[in-house]
């Protein structure tokens, strides 16, 4: 190869992602003697900026940055390299698969992984856009450190929102979590936290109409007034409104989806299409709980179903 730093291209695996479903299966991958890769950009995925996981067994009050190298550690600690990039594109030809990934180099593999997990909604309001890194963010723990003192809005209602409700609210003067519906559809673990701190105002059966400001944000423009105003002065604005399959590839590859666009799996996690499996929050499967615990659940399954397909 001319590339000395190019890996090698062919694979008996390739997971594309590098989240606790991907990180998983790599695991029992490895565990199983299967020649394999991970492509993935964030180590971690999204877990990663979560500010605390306290709900995975036997790991109590741990930040996702820290769960999510512990993870990786462990999946590298038997020698898999993690290419720190993303794939461009997937295509299949001789029943090998081809990736083409964003550092330029292309892997060829026997089977695929997809553990793509999922991406942030938007809110599609006037001024996010425009606002964003600018007092617009969508990852509490990456961006909080700079409003400390300050006045923030949170929009959402699921436990993203209430997390980083709480999170926010140990650094700011004042956190309003703005909803759209009259109860919020966090644990109800969040629930309790939210209403024992003094700091954090809920404004419940509301929209968020616009994000202002000059340079930076400086208000938000609700769709009813709240206390005499539709507007509410703030400094910073946390979406937090949830996530989509990112199923990219899932298309491309004509893998069979659902009416909301996760990808079918069977009960082992291949799906629709041989030589593919899915495993995580993009998939059908763990009755869509969509935790860590059911990713890496998923990721261990489709490792093991992956070692039974290579065997015959």
């Known amino acids: 190869m001319e590339n000395k730093n190019e890996p090698e291209k062919n694979y008996d695996l390739v997971i594309v992602g590098a989240g606790p479903a991907g990180l998983t299966a790599s695991i029992y991958a490895s565990r199983y003697g299967v020649a394999h890769i991970i492509v993935g950009s964030l180590l971690g995925g999204q877990i990663s900026e979560t500010h605390l996981i306290d709900n995975y067994p036997g790991i109590e009050d741990a930040t996702g940055f820290d769960f999510s190298q512990k993870l990786g550690h462990h999946a590298q600690k038997y020698g898999t390299e993690i ?70 809005a949170v929009i959402g209602g699921s436990d993203s929102a209430a997390g980083a409700t709480v999170y926010l609210a140990d ?31 809920v404004v419940y059966n509301t929209n968020l109409k616009e994000i202002s400001g000059q340079v930076k944000v400086e208000k938000v423009v609700l769709d009813k007034k709240y206390k005499d105003s539709d507007e509410i002065a703030v400094d910073g604005v946390f ?73 015959k």
């Open 171 to 201: 650094i700011a003067e004042k956190v309003y979590l703005i909803y759209r519906k009259d109860q919020l559809r966090c644990e109800p673990y969040w629930q309790k936290l939210i209403e024992k701190n003094s700091k954090i105002e």
């Open 239 to 311: 979406i937090e409104i949830g996530s989509d399959p990112n199923v990219d590839f899932a298309r491309d590859l004509q893998l069979e989806i659902d009416e909301k666009n996760y990808i079918k799996i069977q009960a082992d996690s291949a799906t629709s299409i041989s030589g593919v499996w899915a495993a995580g929050d993009i998939t059908n499967g763990s009755d869509k709980f969509r935790q860590v615990i059911t990713a890496a659940a998923e990721g261990a399954i489709a490792a093991r179903s992956i070692f039974n397909y290579l065997k």
């Open 83 to 152: 290419i720190p990039t993303t794939v461009k594109t997937i295509t299949k030809e001789n029943n090998l698969f081809e990736l083409k990934l964003d550092n330029g180099n292309i892997l060829e593999a026997k089977t695929i992984l997809l553990a793509t997990g999922t991406k942030r909604r938007k809110l599609s309001v006037k001024g996010e856009e425009e606002f964003l890194g600018k007092g617009v963010s969508h990852c509490a723990t990456c961006d909080g450190f700079f409003y400390r003192n300050k006045t923030i």
